[in-house]
């Protein structure tokens, strides 16, 4: 039976990619595994190299102040050190949701924090809009997508301070300006690769201007110098993730995934509108089109639907613990085919009631 991998993250990732990193595993280097090579071999440098050069072409910031970086520790690391780096007296946060509060929180352990605007009210159900970022900031942070509630920023501020963007969920899914953004960071296991590495992408002209000293393992000026090879990388996160870059290249990059992912996202939501018995969960017009949120109408039905969710060969789709429901994560790598099996199963079960 096909599966359809509809995680929320470790997530799906094209199968053309699994193969070829199946088969480094095996023999990277004349015979040597990806496993076990010196990260300061020629190959593997060769590798972190193309990596760190394909994220800049893909975003466009290639040649205009930016350098790529892939570290580990997740992007709950990244909550610290975007405070440790940056925040000298005062910073702005956005609060959408779980991961934009952990992140509030990791920062107020160094300095002082203002809530911007927050949807923490609603059960972040939508993104709030036209609020003020204080231009004596040191710098503005927001979370692009929120994949526990279903959310997505469609519309970002122009901010009068440098704008710190958590897009672990939706990196290289949609064209943006991403010159808006002074530093970029995402967990690789959603949109990019395994779980292991994070992608920071940052403008070095906002950093070295904080008074603290910063631990060298945290310094993006450290991992910067050291052309991300400060410490041993994660050698097979880095290495998925450029494999899935180059497929992405490969496919006309960002615009060209852009509109295979407004298909799906279009597909499901529309299913979601139509069928009496379900409810999405996010309002409309900040809907993600990574991860469709949604519930039954009456829970009564919900043993028969997972039980054709499953039959179905569909995996993955159980909401976040905190929300409940249903989450069908729709990364770069999920087929419109599968989105379409879940659709089929939706309309099956609206047939059966």
């Known amino acids: 039976m096909k599966r359809h991998n509809f ?29 076990e090579i010196s990260h300061r071999s020629k190959p593997f440098v060769d590798v972190m190299e193309n990596a760190r050069a394909l994220a800049l072409e893909l975003l466009g910031l290639e040649g205009k102040g930016y350098k790529a970086l892939f570290l580990q520790g997740g992007a709950s690391t990244q909550f610290m050190m975007v405070a440790l780096n940056l925040l000298e007296k005062r910073a702005g946060y956005l609060n959408t949701g779980t991961w934009s509060d952990k992140a509030i ?6 300095d002082d924090i203002y809530e911007v605007a927050s949807s923490k009210d609603a059960n972040y159900t939508y993104i709030p809009k036209g609020y003020d970022i204080p231009a004596d900031y040191d710098y503005f942070h927001c979370t692009s997508n929120n994949t526990i509630f279903g959310t997505q920023i469609k519309q970002f501020p122009d901010s009068p301070i440098p704008m710190v963007c958590d897009m672990s969920s939706d990196i290289f899914s949609r064209t ?21 590495t994070t992608l920071v992408v940052v403008r070095e002209s906002i950093l070295g201007k904080v008074s603290r000293k910063i631990p060298s393992i945290m310094d993006y000026k450290v991992h910067i110098d050291k052309s991300s090879m400060f410490n041993t990388p994660p050698v097979f996160a880095v290495y998925v993730s450029m494999l899935t870059m180059e497929w992405l290249k490969g496919l006309g990059g960002i615009a060209a995934i852009e509109k295979e992912n407004e298909k799906k996202a279009q597909l499901i939501y529309s299913e979601i509108d139509l069928n009496p018995l379900f409810k999405g969960f996010a309002t409309k017009e900040d809907r993600s089109i990574m991860n469709a949120t949604f519930t039954l109408a009456n829970e009564d039905l919900k043993e028969t639907f997972d039980t054709m969710v499953k039959e179905a060969g569909i995996s993955g789709i159980n909401g976040h613990r905190s929300v409940g429901g249903y989450r ?26």
């Open 7 to 35: 995680s929320a993250g470790p997530s799906i990732l094209n199968r053309e990619v699994i193969e070829k990193a199946s088969h480094a595993v095996l023999d990277f280097d004349n015979g040597l595994s990806l496993l």
């Open 105 to 110: 929180k990791e920062a107020r352990i160094f």
């Open 176 to 196: 943006l300006d991403f010159s808006k953004f002074d530093l970029i960071y995402a967990g690789a296991q959603k949109n990019m690769g395994p779980a292991g």
């Open 328 to 353: 069908a994560s729709m990364y770069n790598a999920m087929p419109l085919e599968s989105v379409g099996v879940l659709v089929d199963v939706m309309s099956e079960l609206e047939r059966k009631a």
